[in-house]
C-alpha cells in the first residue's frame, strides 16, 4: 500500500476542493493513486464541497419529526446561502431526511452526530451525505443544530410556522392523552412560534437575569429628573411592578393566550381551563424554539453595488 504524503493530500485538495481528511481518505482508499482518488471524491459528492464552505449560510429551513407514538420529537435547523435553495424541494426533503437522522440518532453532540453512519446510505457519514448534498445543490449547506425532546408521561407537541421559518417543540406532560389535549399542546406550540419567549415559567428565571433586569430600571430611573426624587418605597415598587409586566411577557406560560377570546386569559389559565374540561392534570414542562438563521450574519448583497466595484476592479 503506497504511502500518503502530505504533499499529495495538499494536490489533491487544490484539484478537488474536497476537504483535507476526506482528500487523504481517498488517497488511503486508492492507495495514492491521484486519477482514482478524484474519482473517488466525485462518487462520494465530496469534490467542489470544501470551495463553498466559506459563504455564509444564513438562510434555509427548520423541521421536526416526532415518533409515532408522540412521545419523543426533534427540531432541526439546516442552513443554506438564499431563500431561492432553501425553498427548493430538494433541499427541503434533505432536511426531513436530516430530521429522520436525528430522531434515531444518540449523538451527544453535533461532531458526533456528523459522524454517524447516513441511514439513507450507510456508506456514507451524515457529513459525506452533506458534502455530497452541497456538490449537486451548489450552495454552501451546513447542519446548524437539533435538540429531542421525550416526554414518557404524556406527549410532545410540536408546531411548524412559515413553511419551516420556525418550528417548536413543546413538552407536555399528561395522565390524560386525547383530540383536545393534543390541540391544546399545537395550540401552545403555536403561541411560542408567535411571541418568542424566552423561558417556559418563573421557576426558569435565574436571579442573575432579574438582577440585572433590576439595575438597567433603577439606571433609567435616576436618569428621570421627575422619577428619581420619588420615595426609596416608591421606587422599589415601581421596579417591582415592571419587572413583572417583563416576565409576562418573556415567560410561556404567563403571556396572554393569543386564541384568548376576552384579550386577557393567560397560558397557564388556558391550559388549566383545558385540563379541567378533560377531568386530566397537564403540566407544560419546557419547549424549544428554533428560528431559521437567528443570530447568524446575513449577506446583504447590492447587484448595483457589485457590478460598480468589478468595474473599478
Partial sequence: M?????????????????????????LAATDGDM???????????????????????????VDTEVT?????????????????????????TYVKDV??????????????FMAEKWTKDESL???????????????????????KVTEENGFV?????????????????TDVVNDDIK???????????????????????SAEYLEHERSILMAQIQNDPKESQKPEKVIKGMIEGRINKELKEICLMDQVYVKAEDGKQSVSAYVDSVAKANNAKIVIKKFVRFE??????????????????????
Fill in 68 to 92: 409515532a407514538d408522540g412521545k419523543t420529537a426533534v427540531v432541526v435547523e439546516v442552513n443554506s446561502e438564499t431563500d431561492f435553495v432553501a425553498k427548493n424541494e430538494k433541499f427541503r
Fill in 157 to 173: 407537541a410540536s408546531y411548524i410556522h412559515a413553511g419551516g421559518k420556525i418550528g417548536v417543540l413543546v413538552d407536555v406532560e
Fill in 125 to 147: 457519514t451524515v457529513a459525506e451525505a452533506l458534502s455530497s448534498q452541497i456538490a449537486v445543490i451548489g450552495e454552501n449547506m451546513k447542519i446548524r443544530r437539533y435538540e
Fill in 292 to 313: 431559521t438563521g437567528e443570530g447568524l450574519e446575513k449577506k446583504n448583497e447590492n447587484f448595483a453595488d457589485e457590478v460598480a466595484k468589478q468595474m473599478q476592479g
Fill in 2 to 26: 503506497a504511502a500518503v504524503t502530505a504533499a499529495m493530500v495538499k494536490d489533491l485538495r487544490e484539484m478537488t476542493g474536497a476537504g483535507m481528511m476526506d482528500c487523504k481518505k481517498a
Fill in 183 to 205: 390541540e391544546m399542546g399545537r395550540n401552545v406550540a403555536m403561541q411560542a412560534a408567535a411571541l418568542k419567549p424566552m423561558f417556559t415559567n418563573r421557576d426558569e428565571v
Fill in 99 to 112: 430530521a429522520a437522522q436525528a430522531l434515531n440518532s444518540n449523538a451527544a453532540d453535533m461532531d458526533a
Fill in 35 to 61: 486519477d482514482k482518488a478524484v474519482e473517488f471524491l466525485r462518487e462520494k459528492g465530496l469534490a467542489g464541497a470544501a470551495k463553498k464552505a466559506g459563504r455564509i449560510a444564513a438562510e434555509g429551513m
